[in-house]
């Protein structure tokens, strides 16, 4: 694990074309002293390092990789938008040449007379040796530089493939083009044509893969162009439009209606209603006021307001949404370790099978043009392009998707295992509830009302728990006052002790009180179903008791039944009352709850489900539950997103709305799939493709691939599984099916 001595970066990396190449990158990374962690996105064509810079520099990380074959550059402005536009410079270009070449070549190729004594080399086979020689290494310049510096740093890769079988096609024709004389026997074929038309074919596909690409990372695109980079300052009643960089925590800014807001900050002056859908997915807008906090990114729709800036530039919560989207998209999820493992011999397996191929051809047939077509062909159809692809591309436009709805991944691993999970334990407040009890009542014993509201409302106005801003909202609502409170010591789960006025002050449950061998009075009427009851002691004499109510959100039955019709195991896990616990469940139809838990109870309750077998999502605020939710499968942490960066969870929710976890466990479920479609078509590709164009079912039916033909399918393989991963674009929030 990174110390925090280390420091990271991202690097363009151009040159990258398939899985191997991305392994070969990262080893290279890895066995640079100094490097801790390496992680290279083959869909951004970038690697992000985690380094120690005593023992390395960024210069040298950018020679380890020019040293493995491919390219890289410090990402200074500018440069990293320039590499990384390199790698499509021109593909729809050289492709529309080189397919139109080849089919001009295919049809001279066929013209009649072919089959004739060529004894005299013919003047057409001389134009398409000269037209071949001059399109070839234009066209495919990259595919063929790429594979010469594998070559120098003994590597191998898809451009390994193609640029041996265009070089054996290319250099077998121009033999016999160039000396006709030494064939023997019938005419020999030529295959300027499958040279042009498999470079043409390769490179179409590569500008889809591009053009697919960019679509599946429009997502994070979208994020990171939603900040202004200018804002309308105002200095002593001036207003000034001046660069981001020059906003300060403190100053004024003034935003108008159709414009985003530039910094995090509070409304100063001015009332509004903003859209936040491109950071929470909430897609209604939302009014703010006075002292209303605004966010980076979002829009201001009808009124101008002046702001008090407070979170700027990478601090803002639009910035720390990209970095984590960023970061997920470049994860690795499990399942593509497999392909991993599988890319890093399978260029060297192809060669084995490709010089078999030609072998049993050339023993069989005794046709040197049969042996090098059917060669060319395997090492064209085997390219490993769709199995790079399979997983990274379906996780890149998932954490896209998912962010567009208000759901952050936190990488491919956490969202496979939360796609996987069986049993989901749900918080009450806050998950299930809205989370903002309100006061229902004060049942003083032998203490005035008002002083008893005005002590515990010092005591709690510490407290972050939802009851304590209950009795503290409640206190200002009555217009109290009260000094601020000494010694106050929260006690996770159970309540707080502080000292108020020269009095020891106790709020807390039932259990707390227990512990504390603090008899409560009998003779009490028991809470209403749904209502939290808090008991209050003074100088260690109970004085009173505040009944409070939380209402269910609006949405929280819609979102369990889905859950239930997903055939996950629910149960609700909390630190409120048996009484208040059974009253929420019985409303939502949840039968399994835990009541009167404490954060140590929830995180056990966690391990006996795991213990049991089960895979378990747990949903909580974050803080509460942190360790709960550390514990869990896979955590999933409520919560606004000002507070992104406390949370525990592996998934978090933007929005604090029951649906937002069946969304979330839907959209995993839904990526899973999609990530097996695309293994299996890739694998299944291969295993159909090679033998196919080894020409095995040749003996029996008379079929063979021509090299052009199996360039084709090689394009079409690739595509197919970019365009299979695009549909979680348009995916929607559907009732969840059965897990994945």
Request: hydrophobic share 50%; aromatic share 4%.
């Amino acid at each position: 694990m990174p110390t925090q001595a280390t420091e990271s970066i991202t690097l363009p990396v151009v040159g990258m074309t398939c899985a191997a190449c991305q392994h070969h990158v990262e080893e290279a990374l890895l066995h640079t002293s100094g490097v801790e962690e390496a992680r290279v996105d083959l869909m951004a064509h970038r690697a992000h390092v985690v380094f120690d810079p005593s023992l390395a520099q960024p210069d040298a990380l950018v020679t380890a990789i020019r040293n493995a074959g491919y390219d890289a550059v410090l990402p200074h402005t500018g440069d990293k938008q320039q590499q990384e536009q390199l790698p499509n410079t021109h593909f729809a270009l050289k492709s529309a040449v080189a397919i139109a070449a080849g089919l001009l070549a295919m049809f001279l190729t066929m013209r009649p007379g072919q089959q004739m004594n060529m004894s005299m080399p013919s003047l057409i086979d001389w134009l398409l040796l000269i037209m071949t020689a001059a399109i070839a290494p234009w066209a495919g310049r990259t595919i063929y530089v790429s594979a010469w510096r594998g070559l120098l740093h003994r590597t191998t890769n898809m451009n390994t493939l193609v640029a041996l079988g265009t070089s054996a096609a290319f250099l077998y024709s121009a033999f016999v083009t160039i000396w006709p004389h030494l064939n023997h026997g019938p005419a020999q074929m030529v295959y300027y044509d499958a040279v042009l038309m498999i470079l043409g074919f390769l490179l179409l596909g590569k500008a889809l893969e591009e053009r697919a690409k960019h679509r599946a990372l429009a997502a994070l695109n979208a994020l990171s162009k939603a900040q202004p980079v200018t804002a309308r300052r105002i200095v002593d009643g001036t207003e000034a439009i001046v660069p981001l960089s020059e906003i300060r925590p403190g100053d004024r800014v003034l935003v108008l209606p159709g414009e985003r807001f530039p910094v995090d900050a509070t409304v100063a002056s001015g009332r509004t209603t903003v859209d936040e859908s491109m950071l929470t997915g909430e897609s209604t807008p939302l009014e703010r006021t006075t002292g209303d906090r605004v966010l980076a990114g979002s829009l201001n729709y009808d009124g101008a307001v002046e702001c008090t800036a407070e979170s700027l530039g990478e601090e803002t919560v639009l910035a720390r949404i990209t970095r984590l989207v960023e970061q997920a998209q470049s994860s690795r999820a499990p399942m593509e370790r497999l392909a991993d493992r599988a890319s890093a011999v399978f260029v060297p397996v192809v060669l084995v099978l490709a010089a078999i191929t030609f072998a049993a051809w050339l023993i069989t047939t005794h046709s040197l043009a049969q042996s090098i077509a059917s060669t060319v062909a395997v090492l064209v159809i085997a390219c490993p392009c769709a199995m790079g692809l399979a997983v990274p591309a379906a996780l890149t436009v998932a954490v896209g998707r998912g962010a567009q709805l208000g759901v952050l991944f936190k990488g491919g691993e956490a969202l496979e295992r939360l796609a996987n999970s069986d049993t989901i334990a749900l918080d009450k407040t806050g998950t299930l509830t809205v989370g903002r009890p309100v006061l229902q009542s004060i049942h003083a014993f032998d203490q005035n009302e008002e002083k008893i509201l005005r002590l515990a409302a010092s005591a709690e106005e510490r407290s972050n728990h939802p009851l304590a801003h209950a009795i503290v909202d409640h206190a200002r609502a009555a217009g109290l006052t009260w000094p601020s409170a000494e010694d106050v010591q929260i006690i996770p789960g159970r309540g707080l002790t502080a000292r108020v006025e020269n009095h020891e002050v106790t709020l807390g449950n039932a259990v707390l009180f227990a512990e504390m061998f603090l008899q409560l009075p009998e003779n009490v009427e028991a809470p209403a179903p749904g209502v939290t009851r808090l008991w209050m002691a003074i100088d260690n004499q109970p004085a009173a008791y505040f009944d409070a109510k939380d209402a269910l959100q609006s949405n929280a039955a819609a979102a369990i039944a889905q859950l239930k019709h997903s055939g996950l195991k629910i149960q609700m896990l909390t630190g409120d009352s048996a009484l208040a616990a059974q009253s929420i469940a019985a409303q939502l139809g949840i039968t399994e709850v835990e009541s009167s838990l404490d954060p140590a109870g929830k995180l056990a309750r966690i391990r006996t489900l795991q213990q049991s077998g089960h895979k378990v999502a747990m949903a909580g605020d974050g803080i509460n539950d942190a360790g709960a939710l550390a514990q869990a499968d896979a955590g999933i942490a409520m919560g606004a997103g000002a507070d992104l960066a406390q949370e525990a969870g592996d998934v978090l929710l933007l929005r604090s709305e029951t649906t937002s976890i069946p969304t979330a466990i839907s959209l995993a479920r839904q990526t899973l799939r999609i990530m097996r479609q695309n293994l299996y078509w890739a694998a299944g590709y291969n295993l159909i493709g090679i033998p196919l164009a080894a020409g095995v079912l040749y003996p029996a039916f008379h079929i063979l691939l021509s090299p052009w033909a199996a360039a084709a399918a090689m394009a079409f393989s690739s595509v197919s599984v970019l365009a299979n991963s695009l549909r979680l674009r348009n995916w929607h929030d559907i009732p969840l099916s059965k897990n994945a």
